[in-house]
């Protein structure tokens, strides 16, 4: 029986400690302030951007929402981006990803204020979060690492093997991994014998996106298995890329989906958004 990681109950402490700092700055007369995109009509991207509304209340940030509509040219999208980066109430900007497909990501992020990019995903806090010289993580792997970190998980030393390589989960998880001493194995669609190399792994974290595709035969007796994926069944139904019946009776912690990452990765973003503010003020 595996030990539940309960990303809610690390996500609600963590976001306790990020309000009573947000109080703190408040009184030297600073809100932390977010201010997040969103174009076009994705369902679930609209959700991601209420809960991420609803985040920033909860923990006394100012925040606002801009819903922009799908035919939005570069030009609109990018004079609003300019506009945000010069706003002292704005601390942060997030553009809501995937956008539309005449809009190109690439270009928008690369217009984002470095200093402003809470999702980290700029060049420049890419290269930085290489060097291990980072101002802000990326969300979803900054969030692993605090539930391994609040579950007593040891990283040093550890075979850790990643099965994914995105921008945005896989590359920079790799690479946190790697800054706290794990040893690193990144995955991938062309990985030859993939069911060999994730049995090796005493930490597992799946981000492919696709449902219950990591299955107990995969895992090794006693691993640390972390589901990043977020799959929604043909009844609807949440499930992540672990297939969590079979994986759990062999691993000594494993994430559930849902209540586990995803919890996390909007804490990380307001806890990246209290680091830009107070930031501003050095
Ligand atoms: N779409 C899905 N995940 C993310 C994320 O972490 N940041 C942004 N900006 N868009 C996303």
Known sequence: MANIIDGKKIASEVRADIAAECAALKEKGITPGLAVIIVGEDPASKVYVKNKKKGCEEVGFH?????????????????????????????????QLPLPKHLNDEVIIQ???????????????????????????????????????????E???????????SNIVGKPQAM????????????????????????????LVVAIGKADFITGDMVKEGAVVIDVGMNRRADGKL?????????????????????GVGPMTITMLLSNTLTAAKKSVK
């Open 63 to 95: 925040s606002e929402v801009y819903e922009l509509p799908e035919e939005t040219t570069e030009e609109e999208l990018l004079a609003l981006v300019h506009k945000l980066n010069g706003d002292d109430k704005i601390h942060g900007i997030l553009v």
């Open 111 to 153: 217009n984002i204020d470095p200093k402003k990019d809470v999702d980290a995903f700029h060049e420049i806090n890419v290269g930085k979060i290489m060097i291990g010289n980072h101002d802000f993580l990326p969300c979803t792997p900054a969030g692993v690492m605090v539930l391994l970190e609040r579950s007593g998980i």
């Open 155 to 165: 990283v040093s030393g550890k075979e850790c093997v990643v099965v994914g390589r």
């Open 176 to 203: 946190l991994l790697l800054h706290a001493n794990g040893t690193v194995t990144i995955c991938h669609s062309r990985t030859k014998d993939l069911a060999e190399v994730t049995r090796r792994a005493d930490i």
């Open 239 to 259: 499930t992540g890329d672990v297939d969590f019946a079979t994986v759990e009776p062999k691993a000594s912690y494993i994430t559930p989906v849902p209540g």
